[in-house]
Structures are given as structure tokens and as C-alpha cells.
């Protein structure tokens, strides 16, 4: 059974600085993403990291400002959140895909953990 589970959001302040992880089970996985979605919103992707880690895909609004990594003995994925602006506020979704290709669809979700970024 696939399971994705999201830990480390809370509240910050603007400027502050957060580290997702997400632990992932049940399969062994090609890319591992974070999307993100605000009240309001539709979800929109955030940042994408191949198996071995050596490609990376940032969307415009966080680069600069989030890195996401992974580490396949643990099977996590983090993403080390700073600079962080109100606008970062969001449920926060780690997502998983077993597709080879960079752009594979991902297949998996986790049940998503709240990212509060005050003034």
C-alpha cells in the first residue's frame, strides 16, 4: 500500500524559514514533487526531483527560495523552505510517481500539511 505522509509545516513569519519532509512507502518511486494549494486556489506544482536528484524543476514563484532533495535510503523528500512570503501560505502535497519520464503525471498523494506565513 502507497503511503505519503507530509510533516514540518506550521506557522512562520514572513522571512522565516520551514523544512517539509515527506516519507514515502509501498512503491519505489522515479520523481517525487511538492504541489501546493491556497485557500481558494487551484493546487499548482512547486518543485519536482528525479531519482537520483540530479534534475531538479523549480516553478518560477519559489525559485531561489526552496530546494527541494531527497534521500532513497530513507525514501523522504524535503523541501527546505526560506525567504518565506505570505503568499507562501498553502496546504502543502508531497506527490509520488513511478514514471520514468521527467514529466510523468504523478500517481500518489499525501494528505497534504498547512504552511501559515504571517506578516
Known amino acids: 500500500q502507497v503511503q505519503l505522509v507530509e510533516s514540518g509545516g506550521g506557522l512562520v513569519q514572513a522571512g522565516g524559514s520551514l523544512r517539509l519532509s515527506c516519507a514515502a512507502s509501498?512503491?519505489?518511486?522515479?520523481?517525487l514533487g511538492w504541489f501546493r494549494q491556497a485557500p481558494g486556489k487551484e493546487r499548482e506544482f512547486v518543485a519536482r526531483?528525479?531519482?537520483?536528484?540530479?534534475?531538479?524543476y523549480y516553478a518560477d514563484f519559489v525559485k531561489g527560495r526552496f530546494t527541494i532533495s531527497r534521500d532513497n535510503a530513507k525514501n523522504t523528500v524535503h523541501l527546505q523552505m526560506n525567504s518565506l512570503k505570505p503568499e507562501d501560505t498553502a496546504v502543502y502535497y508531497c506527490?509520488?510517481?513511478?514514471?520514468?519520464?521527467?514529466?510523468?503525471?504523478?500517481?500518489?498523494w499525501g494528505q497534504g500539511t498547512l504552511v501559515t506565513v504571517s506578516e
Open positions: 509501498g512503491r519505489t518511486f522515479s520523481s
Open positions: 506527490a509520488a510517481t513511478q514514471g520514468i519520464a521527467i514529466n510523468s503525471q504523478f500517481q500518489y
Open positions: 526531483i528525479n531519482r537520483s536528484g540530479g534534475s531538479t
